[in-house]
């Protein structure tokens, strides 16, 4: 039994230094990130302009 630990635990080892195994980890964590940010640039375009910019037409309309 102890035979069979000291395996598994050397192929866990050798998988986790993979390139594979650490896509397998961050992929979930990346594409959910690339979702937020599309959807919150699609919901929200107008908060990356810079504000000014955004509120000089309804400055002007309403100069007598």
Known sequence: MKQMSIVMKETYLRHVKSWS???MVLSP???????VGGVFLLVCPNLLLNRSQSFR????????
């Open 29 to 35: 964590f990346i594409f959910l990130g690339v979702s």
């Open 57 to 64: 037409p309804v400055l002007r309309l309403n100069k007598p």
């Open 21 to 23: 195994f650490l896509f």
